[in-house]
């Protein structure tokens, strides 16, 4: 049996259904920081530089010596 997507979530003004605004509420005061510094180390490491990565993830990449 293949996965349905779900649709939980809410009525979109052209009738589909979103659940981004599910998202934010579920994320509204949580401290994502570590998750988006390994996402942008990640992501360096796939060939963004350093600043594309940083701009992309709303984070500032410490330094190797582990400094921001």
């Known amino acids: 049996m293949t996965p ?17 605004k599910l998202h934010e509420e579920l994320m ?8 988006r ?12 530089t350093r600043e594309e990565a940083e701009a992309v993830f709303s984070v ?3 330094d190797e010596d582990g400094a921001a």
């Open 60 to 62: 500032q990449l410490p």
């Open 37 to 48: 510094i390994m996402s942008a180390r990640r992501a360096v490491a796939l060939g963004l």
């Open 4 to 20: 349905r997507p779900s649709r939980v979530g809410y009525r979109t003004p052209n009738g589909g259904v979103s659940d981004a």
């Open 28 to 35: 509204a005061g949580v401290d994502d920081t570590p998750l």
